[in-house]
Structure formats: C-alpha cells, structure tokens
C-alpha cells in the first residue's frame, strides 16, 4: 500500500509554498553531467528544467511508502496502482529565474483521469506548476503528467547481482558523439547521484534487488527527468543562443542504467526536435526512449 488513512477525503487543492532556488543541486546536477559547461552560480540565469534540481526537499522518513516514493493522499490522489512513471509534460518561461532566487510556488492536480487497456489499468494525473520570481512576476508554468500502472509479474529469477557489480563509473555522462548527436553515459554511480540531487528516493533508481526483484526490471532505471535534462543540456551544448520559449517532453519507454543510448537533435517546424534512443538491433528501427521539443522566442517580439 502507498497510501494512508482518510484517502476518501481526498479533494485537489492548491499548495502555496515559499522556495529557495539551491545552488547546491545545481552545482550538483553540472557535476554529474560532466559535459564542459560551467556550473550555474548565484545570480546567473537557471537553465530551463533545472528547478527540478533546485526546488525539491526530502521528505520525512516517516513518510515514505515501500517504494520510496512519499505516501500518497495528501496532495496527490489515494490511487492504489503501485508503479509510477513520469511520463512528460510541458513547461512555458515567460520569465526569467536565478540561482539564490526566492520563489513562490503554486501547485494543484489538475485532473486525475483513470483508464482501461490491453496492458490493464491506469491512472493518469495531471499536476500543474507556476513559479513566481522575487519580483512577483510569472517566470514558469508547468504541468507534468504521472502515470500509475499495475505491478508487472515477476517472472523467473531475477538477473545476478554480479552483473551490477560490473557497471563501473564511465566518466561524463553526455559525450559529444558527431554533429548535433552525444552519447548518453550512465551507470549505477549516476543514477545515485541524480536521485540525491532530486531529492527522489524512489528505489527503481538505486536498489537492484527491489528494481528487478519486486518490480521487474532486468536493471535499475534511468530517471525520466534525467533524460529530458540530458536533452534540454544539448541547446546549450550546441552554443545555441536563440532563449527557449516552451518545450514539450514525453518518455516513451524505459532506459536502463548501461544501455547504450544517443541523444539526436534535429530541426523541427516550431523549433528543435531532441530525443533519447537505443540501437540494440541493427536491422530495426532505433528504439526511442524521450522526446524533447523546443520552441524559442520570436526575435523581436515584445
């Protein structure tokens, strides 16, 4: 179970909090990528996305549901399934936020929509964000999208934990692999530190025997927030100084921590069109794990 008591009470509302934008998780997020970019610094302009690195706190111990993530009840819904997967969003800037900034958060569920297919039940929730800046003004409005889905079976026995042992820290974790394409570096090492710069305690990232023995994994799994950073990193990799309006972003299938993958960047009618993909099969189509689509502003537009 991951949720508590009094579930049936249960009503969307708004949360209003105060937060401090840490330089410390961002110093920390541009460690772990290791790509030649200097680490953002108090006053300097935060990277799109990068509030994800710069808001998030623990929660209390005595919170946590088996999975690691917090119970749920209090602001998101009582849903009973028990696996959770970010499957995207979108996210606006009409403003601007710095390293060290006091923001105003706001955050509501949306929608909590519950649906039936081949793969069994889901339920999809919608929460939507809004960060004011210091100075009162609009800076991002944000809605990401949360699946949860039935427990997979478990099926023979899980794989080795010797295999674990091999993955061994591989240096950076994006790598210039041609034009507009990088390699996506991960290992257990990564994924670890990504969990802590979140503040994501969820176990499916860091706890092999859970991953592949109670959820069923064949490995740990990549983060989807990592990827989608990874791909958003790729517009300042490539010196690009047009400013980034709004961006789309959806994972589409699971990484694994090891697998090889690339992120490609390709032009697109509203922008930049960047994804994560896989070439396990030589003789298929590659394997495409995140899409990230980027709209910029209009030169000269007020």
Not at 41 to 50: A, H, S
Not at 71 to 81: I, T
Not at 194 to 205: E, L, M, P, V
Request: charged share 20%; aromatic share 6%.
């Amino acid at each position: 179970m991951s949720s508590r008591s009094g579930d049936a009470e249960w009503a969307p509302h708004t949360v209003v909090s105060e937060e401090y934008l840490d330089p410390a998780p961002v110093a920390a997020l541009a460690a772990l990528l290791d790509d030649g970019l200097p680490a953002p610094r108090v006053g300097d302009v935060l990277p799109p996305l990068w509030h994800w690195v710069a808001l998030p706190r623990w929660s209390p111990s005595s919170l946590l549901a088996v999975d690691g993530h917090p119970f749920k009840g209090s602001f998101l819904p009582p849903v009973e399934l028990p696996r959770r997967m970010f499957a995207g969003g979108t996210a606006a800037f009409p403003g601007t936020l710095r390293v060290g900034d006091t923001v105003r958060r706001e955050a509501r569920v949306e929608s909590v929509t519950e649906k039936h297919g081949r793969s069994g039940t889901l339920v999809v929730v919608v929460v939507g964000i809004e960060l004011y800046a210091p100075d009162g003004t609009l800076a991002v409005t944000e809605q990401q999208n949360l699946i949860y889905r039935e427990a997979a079976a478990v099926t023979g026995e899980p794989p080795s934990p010797e295999s674990a042992a091999a993955l061994v820290p591989c240096g950076p974790a994006v790598v210039p692999d041609g034009p507009d394409r990088w390699r996506l570096v991960t290992d257990p090492t990564l994924l670890m530190r990504f969990s802590a710069a979140t503040a994501n305690a969820h176990r499916i990232h860091y706890d092999w025997p859970y991953a592949t023995g109670v959820e069923g994994y064949p490995g740990l799994v990549v983060h989807g927030p990592l990827m989608t950073l990874a791909l958003a990193e790729t517009h300042r990799l490539g010196a690009d100084d047009r400013r980034i309006a709004g961006l789309a972003h959806r994972n589409l299938a699971p990484l694994f921590c090891a697998e090889p993958a690339v992120l490609q960047s390709v032009p697109s009618e509203s922008g930049t069109a960047v994804s994560v993909v896989t070439h396990t099969d030589p003789d298929a189509e590659p394997r495409i794990h995140t899409t990230l689509d980027l709209t910029f502003d209009t030169p000269g537009a007020s």
